[in-house]
Antibody, heavy 119, light 110 residues
């Protein structure tokens, strides 16, 4: 059974940093691209970032480019999102998701982890 | 403002057929496949339709997807109360070199 357990959310002050993690199991992690998608309170889904199966290719939404870094450790079946220079508008539930046939076909999702950026 | 445009709301009565539209451009829907996600209240999104019109295992055939040019549609037939949820379309955008979602459509079963 595919499982994605996202963690690392919390309360951070504006300008601060945080690292989210996603532990994957139940599939061959190194064979699939992975993504982070976020949802601000009461708002819709926003694609944040994706990483290729090997980790060589990385992709970012303009809203986070230069501030967030996606990475993966295929030996530990772990996906990460390093978030720097955090802003109030980054407040959201962050979901990690596994890609299927193409990067944006997200066939399995974690339960999400809440990031709140506030002073 | 979302790159993909969806109506904010839709509604229908049990048993009815409802369609939700998703409008994009040549750089996203026009050149890539469309996926649809269902998000029930308080839960993570779930893949409903992929590659324009394919259903993952376990998704009822009441749900169907189509694409024409730079637009796509999700159709739900035999509407049931448990279909009340938010629905999102998504595609890859070649110009942005990233994924894009629609703003979401809240479906109400009257």
């Amino acid at each position: 059974e595919v499982q994605l357990v996202d963690s690392g959310g919390g309360l951070v002050q504006p300008g601060g940093s945080l690292r989210l993690s996603c532990a994957a199991s139940g599939f061959t992690f190194s064979n699939y691209a992975m993504s982070w998608v976020r949802q601000a309170p009461g708002k819709g889904l926003e694609w944040v970032s994706a990483i290729s199966d090997s980790g060589v290719g990385t992709y970012y939404a303009d809203s986070v480019k230069g501030r967030f870094t996606i990475s993966r450790d295929n030996s530990k079946n772990t996906l990460s999102l390093q978030m720097n220079s955090l802003r109030a508008e980054d407040t959201a539930i962050y979901y990690c998701a596994k890609s299927g046939v193409v990067v944006i076909t997200l066939d399995y999702w974690g339960r999400g982890t809440l990031l709140t950026v506030s002073s | 403002q979302s790159v993909l445009t969806q109506p904010p709301s839709a509604s229908g009565t049990p048993g009815q057929r409802v369609t939700i539209s998703c409008s994009g451009s040549s750089s996203n829907i026009g050149s890539n496949t469309v996926n649809w996600y269902q998000q029930l209240p308080g839960t993570a999104p779930k893949l409903l339709i992929y590659s324009n019109n394919k259903r993952p295992s376990g998704v009822p055939d009441r749900f169907s997807g189509s694409k024409s040019g730079t637009s796509a549609s999700l159709a739900i037939s035999g509407l049931q109360s448990e279909d009340e949820a938010d629905y999102y379309c998504a595609a890859w955008d070649d110009s942005l070199n990233g994924g894009v979602f629609g703003g979401g459509t809240k479906l109400t079963v009257l």
